[in-house]
């Protein structure tokens, strides 16, 4: 390659090799941009705008005068036309410790107050032996009117009574509460789990304890029970002294 014609034949080669590289974006674009690979296109999406207005309300918190005023002469289910007496609750307002019972009985109907008949006796003896008395605990049941012939809640009945008993619980403040039987523990837990399941041990329920034990009603037909039922609230009375919740009165052994 030491002749002219040779010298420019090589550079023809090599100006000619360079564009098509040129063309092919590898070593420039033309006018000497430098040669990008393509980005999609990214668009702005602004979220959207959230008035204060729009916003739901916090729901407030009732005292238990608001509640009944509220429950007013129930009539939202079909359990009103066959009741005597709504039954609402009893005890004290701000009670550390709650008991929940199924429904109503006879007596109950009768009385307007809940746990008042042969179970109710038994269900003050049990409170008593834990150091409280009705007046300083608080006493309630899922349903406040009385089911015909004692029988079964049925769901449309449970459905429309549940809210209140939702909003006694958030007007007492509960730390503890004793749910009596497997109708009142399945609708505070939202299970259907068997009490021999689910008692002897704390469920927590939108942090407050829930201790589920035997309806009194089923102690006074199956006494040999009462043992157990004993030790579920020998597990109350510990769990109301390690949250530094004294009884107001003394103890049984």
Not at 85 to 105: T, Y
Not at 223 to 234: G, I, M, T, V, Y
Request: charged share 25%.
């Amino acid at each position: 390659m030491d002749s002219t014609d040779d010298l420019a034949r090589l550079a023809r080669d090599l100006r000619s090799a360079i564009g098509r590289h040129a063309r092919a974006g590898a070593f420039g674009a033309p006018g000497g941009a430098t040669a990008r690979a393509s980005l999609p296109v990214v668009t702005a999406v602004e979220a959207p705008v959230v008035s204060i207005e729009d916003a739901p309300a916090p729901r407030t918190r009732l005292t238990l005068a608001e509640v009944r005023a509220e429950l007013g002469d129930c009539k939202r289910c079909k359990l009103h036309s066959t009741r005597t007496k709504l039954v609402f609750g009893v005890g004290a307002e701000d009670a550390p410790l709650m008991f929940v019972g199924e429904a109503p009985g006879a007596d109950e109907d009768r009385l307007g107050e809940p746990f008042v008949g042969r179970a109710g006796e038994l269900l003050d003896k049990m409170i008593e032996a834990m150091g409280w008395t009705r007046e300083t605990v608080y006493i309630a049941n899922i349903l406040k009117s009385r089911p015909p012939g004692n029988r079964n809640p049925e769901p449309d009945e449970v459905a429309a009574c549940f809210p209140f008993l939702e909003r006694q619980i958030e007007a007492i403040a509960p730390r503890v509460i004793v749910a009596l039987g497997r109708p009142a523990s399945n609708g505070l837990l939202a299970n259907t789990a068997p009490i021999s399941a689910l008692r002897g041990r704390f469920h927590d329920r939108r942090g407050v304890r829930v201790m589920p034990t035997f309806h009194p009603a089923f102690l006074l037909r199956t006494p040999e029970r009462k043992r157990d039922a004993w030790s579920d609230l020998k597990l109350v009375m510990a769990e109301l002294d390690r949250l530094g919740i004294a009884a107001p009165r003394p103890r049984s052994a």
